[in-house]
């Protein structure tokens, strides 16, 4: 069941961001065109456009989700959603996977712009800085080839983590605005409560990093955990890699606990209207 | 419980702020019964429904269908049909009926799609380009399509015009799978009577009456002498 609430979660969030993709979809054409007028104003204009409408796509990306699960968890779609025959942890599981697919999506175009923006700007002498920087002995004595890569899939999945985590705030925040007495504020409740559960993530996890300050230490042959402040300088002299992991594992698990009590609020708490 | 009721509630409790909606209400309801949920607006006859179905959890009392708490298993036997429109407004028949298919294994999609022509229904049109009566239609084809142990059908005659109701009460009486419960919320009392086989009368969060057609046209009266009788004395307790 849980594989065909995806598959129609999937359906219904294309649905709701077919017009802010198709929106990227243009702004991007724009974008094409714009290469063609080989003029120093027109080009920094629209790279500027351009990074604004894609920030703008993962936050209109994001609104357009929260109005999707208001409409098919809590308004008057939830009528049949609520009333299938499926496990309420597999209905919530299934619109956490599907939203954060689609915020994920646009974040990567996000990024995807900025790293275009920054060598369409910056043509042939931004690349060859990027490979300076990269093969230049300093560098390497930093920090080997071996090593950046670890870090850069550290990197990549902390990002996708954030997302993943952010996404359950998000949620957790919607489903809030439905219990009462927190549904006085309505939509606007949604976007308050998101915002205030992703701030206490923030929080909680910076709280934790302070009581107890983990890393993951980086070097060519192995990746290992580290605590204290001796071993990580240990791994830095050996031009290894540290980078901390506390506030995204406490981020985690906060995720998974308010993915726990979403279920109990659905299940206890909200009468869908 | 015995075997033959399909729904149990004892001492039932449901209020809305300080507005008491279901007052200790108790009763059961047998199997294979056309059942009449009878009352004014605003008596409950809604949230009853939304409870049996399992929409509505912060209730006190206990509420059993088919032997169980209203939860998976239930919802896998009861086919609801609320008031409002549910279905997404870019869904077109054929997404609802595919949508149906995939979780409710009573579903019976070639069947859906004989009640879309008849209906002479596009099956390819988008629900918000159609008319309240055409939706309706689409959900009563959904509903009705499915082989379940229990319909709770909310109003179902509610928004529709005289000629569209007679042919959507003969659409439900003739396709509910035999030997199943239906539950059925109207107002209308007298473009009913002749189809229940029970009434059970909902009024100021009581259950007024509850009881056969049978033992109500013994007394030498109709369902809808009845319902003037304690529905008024009801508003006048009020």
């Known amino acids: ?273 | 419980m015995a075997n033959d009721v399909i729904i149990k509630v004892r001492n039932l409790s449901k209020s809305y702020g300080k507005n008491l909606v279901l007052d200790d209400i108790s009763f059961d309801l047998e199997k294979g019964k056309i059942i009449g949920l009878l009352g004014p607006n605003g008596c409950g006859k809604t949230t009853l429904i939304k409870i049996l179905s399992g929409l509505i959890h912060d209730y006190d009392g206990i509420v059993r269908v088919d032997d169980a708490p209203p939860g998976i298993h239930t919802k896998g036997i009861t086919a609801y049909l609320p008031e409002k429109t549910y279905l997404a407004d870019w869904f077109r028949p054929i997404d609802a009926i595919n949508y149906f298919n995939d979780f409710f294994s009573d579903f019976d999609k070639n069947k859906a799609l004989e009640f879309v022509k008849r209906f002479r229904l596009n099956e390819k049109q988008s629900i918000k380009s159609m008319s309240k009566g055409m939706q309706e239609k689409v959900q009563l084809l959904l509903i009705m399509s499915r082989s379940a142990k229990l319909y709770l059908l909310d109003e179902p005659l509610g928004g529709v015009d005289p000629a569209a109701r007679a042919t959507i009460l003969d659409i439900i009486m003739k396709n509910y799978a035999q030997d199943s419960t239906l539950l059925l919320s109207t107002h209308m009392v007298n473009d009913l009577e002749g189809s229940f086989d029970h009434v059970l009368m909902l009024g100021n969060g009581k259950v007024l009456v509850n009881t056969g057609i049978a033992k109500i046209h013994a007394m030498g009266k109709s369902v809808e002498e009845v319902f003037k009788e304690v529905i008024g004395n009801a508003w006048e307790t009020d």
């Open chain 1, 1 to 273: 069941m849980l594989g065909k609430l995806i598959k129609n979660d999937l359906k219904f969030g294309a649905h709701s961001v077919s017009l802010v993709y198709l929106t990227a979809l243009i702004a991007s054409a724009v974008m094409g065109i714009s290469l063609l007028a080989d003029l120093e104003t027109v080009k920094y204009i629209s790279s500027v456009v351009f990074i604004i409408a894609a920030f703008a796509i993962v936050i209109v990306t994001v609104i357009t989700i929260i109005i999707s699960i208001q409409k098919t968890m809590y308004g008057s779609q939830g009528y049949l959603t609520h009333t299938l025959p499926v496990k309420t942890s597999a209905l919530v599981f299934s619109k956490w996977f599907t939203s954060f697919l689609w915020v994920f999506i646009s974040q990567l175009f996000f990024y995807a712009s900025i790293v275009f923006m920054y060598f369409y700007v910056s043509g042939e002498d931004g690349f060859q800085m990027i490979k300076s920087i990269l093969l230049s002995g300093e560098f390497s004595m930093l920090i080997s080839e071996a090593v950046l890569k670890k870090v850069a899939i550290l990197e990549a999945s902390r990002l996708i983590i954030q997302v993943a985590t952010i996404t359950m705030y998000v949620l957790f925040g919607i489903t809030l605005s439905n219990v009462r007495p927190f549904h006085v504020l309505g939509n606007l409740g949604a976007v308050i409560y998101s915002f205030i559960t992703i701030l206490a993530g923030h929080y909680l996890g910076k709280g934790a990093a302070k009581l107890a300050d983990i890393a993951l230490a980086l070097t060519p042959d192995k990746v290992s955990v580290v605590v204290t402040e001796a071993a990580k300088d240990a791994i830095l002299d050996i031009n290894g890699a540290i980078r901390p992991v506390t506030a995204t594992f406490t981020g985690v698990v906060f995720a998974v606990i308010l993915y726990f009590i979403i279920i109990m609020l659905i299940e206890k708490k909200i009468n869908i209207k």
